[in-house]
C-alpha cells in the first residue's frame, strides 16, 4: 500500500515571495503519478499540477513548480510570486496508473495549510 | 464541461437517520470516485465505479454504506443508521479512461458536508 506524507501542517508566505511545500511517499510501483491539489476554504478541490514518475523532467505550471526526487520519493511544490489567492489547504497525492487490478484512487497526505499574507 | 456536481452542499441529521448523496459527474466520464475527508484532514477512498459496475471498496465502506451507480451516469451514496463518526465531507471525483486503462486526473465536486447530530 502507499502512502503520503506531508510534514509541515501550515506554512505562511507573503505575497510575491516563494514557497516551498514538501511531501514524500511509500511506493514499491516504478510507475505511477504524483499531483498538488488545492482546496480553498469552503470550495472545490483543484488540480494544481502533475508529475509522472517516468518522467525526469520537473513539471512546471506558470508559477506552480514541482522537484521530484524519485530515488528519494520526493515531490515538492514551490510556489512562485505568491498571491493572495493562493491561500488553500494544499494536497499531495498518489496514484497509481488504473490498469489490470488497480484503479487509479488517489491516496492523499495529510494537507498542508498555506496562508499567503498581504 | 460543467464539472462535477454534489447535492445537497449540506446535511444535517439526527443520529440513526438515513442519508442519501448524489453525484453527476462530468458527462464523459465513465471513472467515478467517492472519497471521505474529516476536518483537517486529506481524503480518503471510499469506492470506485467504471461506468455503472462497483469495481472497489475500501475497508472504511461499512456494511451501512451503500453506493450505486444504475446507469453509469450519476452516482448515490445512500449511509444507514447514521452515526457520530459519521461526519465529515464527502467528495465525489470523476475521469475518463478505457476499461484497461487510464493515467488521468480526477475532477472533484464541491462535495456534501455530512453533521450528525
Known amino acids: 500500500a502507499q502512502t503520503v506524507t506531508q510534514s509541515q501542517p501550515e506554512m505562511s508566505v507573503q505575497e510575491a515571495e516563494t514557497v516551498t511545500l514538501s511531501c514524500t511517499y511509500d511506493?514499491?510501483?516504478?510507475?505511477?503519478?504524483l499531483f498538488w491539489y488545492k482546496q480553498p476554504p469552503s470550495r472545490q478541490m483543484i488540480l494544481v499540477i502533475r508529475?509522472?514518475?517516468?518522467?525526469?523532467q520537473n513539471a512546471t505550471e506558470n508559477r506552480f513548480s514541482v522537484n521530484f526526487q524519485k530515488a528519494a520519493k520526493s515531490f515538492s511544490l514551490k510556489i512562485s510570486d505568491s498571491q493572495l489567492g493562493d491561500t488553500a489547504m494544499y494536497f499531495c497525492?498518489?496514484?497509481?496508473?488504473?490498469?489490470?487490478?488497480?484503479?487509479?484512487?488517489?491516496?492523499f497526505g495529510q494537507g498542508t495549510i498555506l496562508t499567503v499574507h498581504p | 464541461d460543467t464539472g462535477v456536481s454534489q447535492n445537497p452542499r449540506h446535511k444535517i441529521t439526527k443520529r440513526g437517520q438515513n442519508v442519501t448523496f448524489r453525484c453527476d459527474p462530468i458527462?464523459?466520464?465513465?471513472?467515478l470516485y467517492w472519497y471521505r475527508q474529516t476536518l483537517g484532514q486529506g481524503p480518503e477512498f471510499l469506492t470506485y465505479?467504471?461506468?455503472?459496475?462497483?469495481?472497489?471498496k475500501s475497508r472504511l465502506l461499512s456494511d451501512r454504506f451503500s453506493a450505486e451507480r444504475p446507469k453509469g451516469s450519476f452516482s448515490t451514496l445512500e449511509i444507514q443508521r447514521t452515526e457520530q463518526g459519521d461526519s465529515a465531507m464527502y467528495l465525489c471525483?470523476?475521469?475518463?479512461?478505457?476499461?484497461?486503462?487510464?493515467?488521468?486526473?480526477?475532477?472533484f465536486g464541491d462535495g456534501t458536508r455530512l453533521s450528525i447530530l
Open positions: 471525483a470523476s475521469s475518463t479512461g478505457t476499461l484497461l486503462y487510464s493515467n488521468q486526473p480526477q475532477h
Open positions: 511506493t514499491s510501483e516504478n510507475n505511477y503519478y
Open positions: 508529475q509522472e514518475a517516468y518522467k525526469q
Open positions: 497525492a498518489f496514484m497509481k496508473p488504473a490498469g489490470g487490478t488497480s484503479y487509479g484512487k488517489l491516496t
Open positions: 458527462s464523459e466520464h465513465n471513472r
Open positions: 465505479f467504471q461506468n455503472e459496475a462497483q469495481l472497489e
